[in-house]
């Protein structure tokens, strides 16, 4: 590997000289670790003249390998070096209104306080930010990710809930999905189809219905509000109405009828690696949602 460190230097400058000046060693030593590299690969790789030292056709291709494996072993020493040190600085996240609030706000919090030399930047959007054009460290995305040239990574999974407050005019004559069709719908406009949504039931099979929107929103949080005041029935992520279920301010309709479950995803911006912090709060993120602590 130092031959190749050696001979690289020689061809990036043209020069033994200039090559030992940069590496810090003799121009002898460099002269000897190509002269022995040469014998080694069985084939000349350099041209040397008075003037200058030219890489021969076999020196050129040697010499475009050498700069991807002497890149990576770089980056492969930065991120460990990386990995040793203390989360710090400013971290820039982007997430969505209803798995912001719920999930990623407290986190950062909790973050802050544990990673005491950092500084959060959240911003809550349903409209997808690059992270790349607006200089923002990962996204969390929540759903079902569309092809992107950013590096993406799976974290988590959600389930979606039929709900409606108990109190429900005409909730008792829900059996299956098709009734949903004659009773007030709260759609969420953020979604891409939300009045189009199919079931499945393990015995029953699929069923795909139409909803009539008695109340249109644009976010999910606003969703569950105008949920609990009984204005109707509506489709929720479990992260968002879990609490509101278990206190009895909603509840599940047809819970054996299943819902697509979609996934919780972290995007990073397409760079070798990644500082602590953010490594740091993905970290966090997953023990989050595996229900560990951190």
Same mark, same amino acid.
């Given at each position: 590997m130092n031959r190749l460190v050696y001979f690289a230097s020689v061809v990036d400058t043209g020069s033994f000289t200039r090559a030992s000046v940069r590496l810090g060693v003799s121009k002898t030593v460099v002269s000897?670790?190509?002269?022995?590299?040469?014998?080694?690969?069985?084939t000349t790789l350099l041209i040397r003249t008075t003037r200058r030292v030219e890489p021969?056709? =076999?020196?050129?291709?040697?010499?475009?390998?050498?700069?991807?494996?002497?890149?990576?072993?770089?980056?492969?020493? $930065?991120? @460990? !070096?990386?990995?040793?040190?203390?989360?710090?600085g400013m971290l820039r996240i982007t997430a969505p209104n209803d798995y912001g609030h719920s999930v990623i706000a407290p986190l950062t919090a909790a973050f802050c306080v544990k990673y005491p030399e950092c500084q959060v930047d959240l911003v809550?959007?349903?409209?997808?930010?690059?992270?790349?054009?607006?200089?923002l460290d990962l996204a969390i995305r929540v759903g079902w990710l569309e092809d992107s040239s950013l590096r993406a990574r799976r974290v988590g999974r959600f389930e979606q809930f039929l709900i409606a407050a108990p109190?429900?005019?005409?909730?008792? =004559?829900?059996?299956?999905?098709?009734?949903?069709?004659?009773?007030?719908?709260?759609?969420?406009?953020?979604?891409? $189809?939300? @009045? !189009?949504?199919?079931?499945e039931h393990a015995e029953l099979g699929r069923r795909s219905?139409?909803?009539?929107a008695k109340l249109s929103v644009n976010t999910t949080p606003a969703a569950l509000s105008a949920a609990r005041e009984g204005g109707g029935l509506s489709i929720l992520p479990d992260f968002l109405v879990e609490g509101v279920l278990s206190s009895g301010e909603l509840v599940h309709v047809l819970p054996d009828w299943h819902l697509p479950s979609g996934g919780i995803y972290v995007v990073y911006p397409t760079t070798r690696f990644r500082p602590p912090k953010v490594t740091a709060f993905v970290e966090m993120l997953i023990k989050q949602i595996r229900g560990g602590t951190y």
């Open positions: 000897q670790q190509v002269a022995r590299l040469e014998e080694e690969v069985g021969t056709e =076999a020196g050129i291709t040697l010499h475009q390998r050498c700069l991807r494996i002497l890149r990576e072993v770089d980056d492969a020493y $930065n991120e @460990l !070096a990386q990995n040793n040190a203390e989360p710090r809550l959007t349903d409209t997808r930010i690059d992270p790349v054009l607006n200089q109190s429900m005019n005409g909730l008792c =004559a829900v059996t299956c999905p098709e009734d949903i069709e004659d009773l007030p719908y709260i759609a969420n406009t953020a979604l891409k $189809n939300p @009045l !189009a949504w199919d079931f219905i139409q909803a009539k």
